[in-house]
């Protein structure tokens, strides 16, 4: 099992940016792709972003591609999300999570095992 903790949260106005931070320990991060979800209140968690073990391959959401960056630190075992032209839509709690499979890439919430707590993202009009 691996720990996970979000960081970076907050208010911020339409178009202004946001970068969140997750830092894991527990297991070989470096051996896991890492992904970034997201839950708006009302709605069903969603899948934002993905990246590779290696940091060779990256997915994004349709509705943040262009806006929203994901990399990772392995030397510091954290996963990064840079959210730029941020909209009142993208409001929600932002999860980070790890599958419980290594190396494979995935987006499917159902792959990830474990989850931080959340970090809440609020984007004011």
């Known amino acids: 099992q691996v720990q996970l903790v979000e960081s970076g949260g907050g208010l911020v106005q339409a178009g202004g940016s946001l970068r969140l931070s997750c830092a894991a320990s527990?297991?070989?991060?470096?051996?896991?792709?890492m992904g970034w979800f997201r839950q708006a209140p009302g709605k069903e968690r969603e899948f934002v972003a993905a990246?590779?073990?290696?940091?060779?391959?990256?997915y994004n959401e349709g509705s943040v591609k262009g806006r929203f960056t994901i990399s990772r630190d392995n030397a510091k075992n954290t996963v990064y999300l840079e959210m730029n032209s941020l909209r009142p839509e993208d409001t929600a709690v932002y999860y980070c999570?790890?599958?419980?499979?290594?190396?494979?890439?995935?987006?499917?919430?159902?792959?990830?095992?474990?989850w931080g707590q959340g970090t809440q993202v609020t984007v004011s009009a």
């Open positions: 527990g297991r070989s991060f470096s051996f896991y792709t």
């Open positions: 999570a790890a599958p419980s499979e290594p190396l494979s890439f995935t987006t499917r919430s159902a792959d990830f095992g474990s």
């Open positions: 990246i590779s073990y290696n940091g060779r391959r990256t």
